[in-house]
């Protein structure tokens, strides 16, 4: 009887698994095979410190060059690191906030020669990462495996000069070392990433997460998070787990999205035609849509990893990591399930993650707990206060004008109008706004009068509109709702309007 | 004179700093052409500094506990604003902008820097022969070695230039010059020293340490560098203990035992045989003296040969021609980096890379890196086990006494000098080489006392009880 | 006697390391390194499954730093040494190839 194959496995041991899901990217080859998109995402965040991983100088983005640096940034002769307290304080946090294990860790060298790092190797954590074992929530409810996340220090920053700035054919290259030794925070999830959404909204809430909980500030423009995608494709409908691809050069959700597209269509295309995907690191070009080879190394790096000398380990221990999880704000996940809950929204509806993704949700839940409709809190809330200033609107202000808007005092435009210049101007109330803006319900009497006068005046729309069947009933009620509110000066209340309508057609 | 006879001097106002510099400076002047202890001489600083002392003296100021003694400093611990080369090529000329934190303590203690001392390259080595600046010679008898890799420190206390010195051991590169220049020498306790600002050969052994011509003087030059440093995260988190005040203490009582694995084969009789006058010196003065077996120092050798390459060819790999130090210029960068270390470091420096990085390489680390680990755990369980029986452990410093420029080429017959050294470093205890007679020649033998772990009272307290019944040893061909 | 490492190995970490070796280097530092590592094969033959590595000669854990600036470099400081600056930086040859 002949062994199974060795399952893959991932760099702590575990074998791999990969997420099924309903959004699953398929790309259709020339010949009609159908291949299924199987990604993992890394990101490095880097953390929110006043400085550096292992010394004190600053940690700050867009200084002039080499002015954040000491000794140990430079890896003089004879310096020394020392872990900083805060960026271990920032990684625990990230694990309680993923439901991860914060555990005792150990710090690596990862050797390696390049000019942006002064010690020639890079101080990191291999076998013993701070986190394992976390998981993230998206807004479509996909659930992705993080496997860890691990403390490491980034590198300085290398321009190149000739040769249109680019590396390939520059003439020589300059090296700045204030980016070099910031503490970065290593996140690699699991192949559950299914199709570019997903990517996008994995992304898109891992930000959330680190910037709620002030771990880092998630700037992808900045390059305080940076992101690499781990690409392969499988036979659709297959268990199998093909070779895969690492892309960089992702500076945005975009072409996050885009590099996804293409690349998991190169790989089909070259697994239909019965070639080989090679197993390499490939550079996304934002400029020509697709990933090239980055220039192949003769042998795959040996980075022989062993456990950093100049540094002890780190185990914060279960009592301090119970305290770190317990003084986390809300995340989020939790804030969608909250806010869908007082709702009666589904958790994947796009007005609750909006209303999340834009930090109203507690906007949003107090209004309604000061008494308002939550169906139409939700409604102003993404649809007019996803202005300047909208976010600011005392929730009281937003929960009066609501009020005013369900007890048929304000028809839906003129409670629009009122929003917009509660928003403007915060000091006033939406009572004080209607009456200046003369928003009074018509009284169902000259509501009635303006009714009558318009069927009067349309005899032949009148006849076609009680006779006619629903589409041209529905068509007819436009016609006439326009021509009413026309005459009313747009201070007829749709919905009275529409009863209306229904009642004398029915007599 | 002493250092504690000159700080006592100094410090109570009838000896002047400036003229204590002087003295050392004139004698340097004479006789370091023929030993080359020195990578620099540094007369400026020193007058500068014992300058400074006379006026705190003078202005009642508390001028230190090292007040206007002279000290030499191995030229691997970096001295801000003076150059500091590691007698490589790669780093001649280079200035460091700070001072190792050893440094700050001694010069805040009133000490006065003489200059920097040759070693080694990078500190590899047990005969300072692999110094890219020429050699040095052993003060006693200058056609010999004086040890390594801290042979300039040994040599500069044994010719008089100053009475204390640093160094740093990483495999018995203080104790093994110690012994063959005739002068007391310490490796501390692993972590009790800060190893911030002395350039790292193998950071899991190195530990600076203090070479004098007597057992006072190195308790008292300890005892200003070593405690707790947070620039340092493997420092012990404890001040310096308190050593000089123990010297008289004497050995009643004190379980003593002479390690058998070192005492043997390969190991010189004459040497083994002072070994056990000194501990016949012990047992005289009340200390119980026993044999004692520590089975894993034999395998010592095998992982040192594994662990300090590897984490050398990882220390080593900043040397780049990029940021600082000597740069041979080439079309690429990578063509840059290989051709300045390839001028940059000699032989065997590139030999303990090579060894290095292929212990730690794909594919090897489990057998070679990973095996030597724990074979440091045996050996630290095999000295613990004995330490249940004694206070201290006696061995040879070295298997032989100094041999001659230019004796040994093979590399491997060169490591073979620190047998009796290395496993303490590998357990990270305590250890020093206290003179005790000589060879037919004249030449000096050391003997070895061993403590474990912050146990550098009691090995002090029998390092001064040896001290006080060493034969007088006949001045050597050189000496004086 | 076996090789315990071969010419090409030798080659091999030499490159990993940055070093150039011509061929009388290689024959030399080849017997060498074989002969060390074959001392070695004392530690090597050892069964020590049961054992645990040591890293530190003690059991330090959690020596932190609060995350508060110490003394930097001014630029010309941390230039000082360098073998070639421009524009308040370290210039260095054409680099093949992106970081890996």
């Known amino acids: 009887m002949t062994a199974a194959p060795a399952l893959p496995t991932d760099s702590l041991g575990n074998t791999i698994t990969v997420a099924e899901s309903d959004d699953v990217l398929v790309v259709e080859a020339a010949d009609g095979s159908r291949w299924e998109l199987v990604c993992g995402l890394e990101v490095h965040a880097e953390l929110a410190t006043e400085t550096k991983m292992f010394s004190g100088a600053p940690n700050h983005f867009g200084d002039d060059p080499n002015t954040n640096i000491d000794p140990v940034t430079l890896g003089l002769p004879g310096t020394l690191p020392v872990v900083n307290q805060q960026a271990v304080e920032l990684a625990a946090r990230f694990g309680c906030a993923i439901g991860a294990t914060v555990q005792r860790s150990v710090f690596s060298r990862k050797n390696y020669f390049y000019p942006d790092m002064p010690k020639n190797f890079q101080i990191s954590q291999y076998d013993q990462p701070i986190v394992v074992d976390g998981r993230l929530e998206l807004p479509s409810g996909h659930v992705v495996g993080i496997e860890r996340a691990h403390l490491e220090e980034d590198t300085g920053k290398s321009t190149h000069v000739g040769g249109a700035g680019r590396i390939k054919g520059a003439e020589y290259s300059l090296v700045d070392y204030n980016r070099a030794g910031v503490p970065l925070l290593e996140i690699v999830s699991r192949p559950h990433v299914r199709s570019a959404e997903q990517a996008r909204q994995y992304v898109a809430e891992l930000r959330s997460i680190l910037v709620a909980c002030a771990i880092s500030d998630g700037k992808m423009e900045e390059g305080s998070m940076r992101v690499d995608a781990n690409i392969s494709v499988r036979r659709e409908g297959s268990g199998e787990l093909r070779t895969r691809c690492e892309i960089k050069n992702v500076n945005s959700l975009r072409s996050l999205v885009r590099a996804i597209e293409y690349e998991a269509r190169r790989q089909a295309d070259l697994h239909a035609a019965g070639q080989k995907v090679t197993q390499e690191t490939r550079h996304w070009d934002e400029n020509d849509g697709r990933t090239h080879t980055m220039r192949s190394k003769e042998e795959a790096d040996d980075y022989r990893y062993f456990p950093e000398p100049d540094l002890v380990p780190v185990d914060l221990g279960a009592e301090r990591v119970a305290e770190i999880a317990a003084a986390l704000p809300l995340l989020p996940a939790a804030r969608r399930h909250r806010l869908a809950g007082l709702t009666g929204e589904p958790v994947t509806a796009e007005a609750v993650v909006v209303t999340v993704e834009r930090g109203q949700d507690d906007q949003a839940l107090a209004a309604i707990e000061a008494g308002a409709d939550a169906g139409r809190v939700l409604v102003h809330v993404v649809q007019n206060l996803a202005v300047d200033g909208g976010a600011d609107l005392a929730p009281e202000r937003l929960a009066e004008l609501v009020k005013l808007e369900t007890s048929g005092d304000l028809t839906a435009t003129q409670a629009k109008q009122v929003l917009a210049e509660l928003v403007a101007d915060p000091s006033t109330t939406a009572a004080e706004v209607a009456k200046a803006k003369g928003f009074e319900a018509m009284d169902t009497g000259a509501l009635e009068s303006i009714v009558d006068g318009v069927i009067n005046a349309n005899p032949a729309e009148w006849e076609q509109f009680c006779a006619g069947d629903d589409k041209a009933r529905k068509k007819l009620s436009g016609f006439f709702t326009g021509q009413i509110m026309k005459a009313s000066k747009g201070q007829a209340d749709g919905r009275a309007v529409a009863q209306l309508l229904a009642q004398r057609s029915a007599s | ?480 | 006697m076996p090789a315990h490492i071969s010419r090409d190995d030798v080659a091999h970490v030499a490159k990993l390391a940055r070093l150039s070796l011509d061929d009388a280097e290689l024959d030399t530092f080849t017997a060498q390194l074989g002969a060390i590592l074959e001392h070695a094969e004392d530690v090597e033959a050892l069964d020590l499954a049961d054992v645990p590595p040591t890293s530190h000669p003690f059991d330090l854990v959690n020596v932190l730093r609060p995350d508060r600036p110490g003394t930097t470099l001014t630029p010309d400081a941390a230039l000082a040494g360098a073998p070639q600056a421009e524009a308040g930086r370290f210039r260095v040859p054409t680099i093949l190839g992106e970081a890996p």
């Open chain 2, 1 to 480: 004179m002493t250092a504690v006879d000159i700080a006592r001097g100094v410090r109570a106002g009838s000896a002047s700093a400036t003229s204590i510099a002087d003295a050392h400076l004139a004698r340097i002047d004479e006789r370091e052409p023929d030993v080359h202890a020195f990578n620099l001489v540094t007369p400026d600083v020193a007058r500068a500094a014992a300058a400074e002392v006379d006026r705190k003296v003078a202005a009642g100021e508390d001028p230190g506990p090292l007040a206007g003694v002279p000290i030499a400093i191995k030229d691997n611990l970096c001295t801000d604003g003076i150059a500091t080369t590691c007698s490589s090529k790669i780093l001649e000329g280079w200035v460091p902008p700070y001072d190792a934190t050893v440094v700050q303590r001694l010069v805040a203690a009133g000490a006065v820097p003489v200059g920097k001392t040759n070693l080694d390259e990078f500190a590899m080595g047990s005969s300072t022969e692999n110094s890219a600046f020429g050699p040095t010679r052993n003060p006693v008898d200058l056609s010999r070695v004086p040890g390594g890799s801290s042979g300039g420190s040994a040599a500069a206390v044994a010719a008089g230039f100053a009475p204390l010195s640093l160094g740093s051991d990483t495999g018995g590169s203080i104790r093994q010059p110690a012994a063959f220049c005739g002068v007391v020498g310490v490796k501390p306790t692993y972590g009790l020293v800060s190893r911030y600002g002395l350039i790292a050969f193998a950071s899991s052994l190195d530990q600076v340490g203090p070479f004098a011509a007597t057992v006072a003087d190195a308790a008292l030059l300890l005892e200003v560098i070593a405690g707790h440093d947070p620039a340092d995260a493997t420092s012990i988190p404890q001040p310096a203990p308190a050593i000089s005040e123990h010297l008289d203490d004497g050995v009643a009582g004190l379980r003593v035992g002479v390690i058998s694995e070192l005492m043997g084969e390969g190991i010189d009789p004459v040497i083994a045989a002072q070994v056990r006058a000194a501990a016949d010196a012990l047992a005289a003065a009340g200390a119980t003296v026993t044999e004692v077996s520590v089975p894993a120092v034999t395998f010592g050798l095998s992982a040192y040969y594994l662990i300090a390459p590897a984490e050398a060819s990882s220390n080593l790999a900043r040397f780049d021609g990029v940021r600082y130090g000597l740069r041979v210029d080439a079309p690429t960068t990578n063509e840059m980096m290989v051709a300045t270390r390839t001028q940059g470091f000699g032989p065997e420096v590139k030999r303990r890379i090579m060894l290095g990085t292929y212990a730690l390489s794909a594919g090897y680390y489990d057998a070679f890196y990973g095996q030597a680990q724990k074979v440091r755990t045996l050996i630290a369980r095999d000295f613990a086990a004995a330490y249940e029986e004694v206070d201290v452990l006696l061995s040879p410093t070295t298997p032989t006494t100094a041999f001659a420029l230019g004796a040994i080429e093979d590399p491997l017959t060169m490591y073979l000098n620190d047998t009796c050294t290395i496993p303490t470093n590998l357990a990270g205890d305590a250890a020093m080489s206290v003179p005790f007679g000589a060879d037919a020649a004249g030449l000096p033998v050391g003997v070895q006392i061993l403590a474990p772990a912050l146990g550098e009272v009691p090995m002090f307290r029998a390092a001064a009880v040896v001290e006080a019944a060493a034969p007088a040893r006949p001045t050597g061909k050189d000496l004086r």
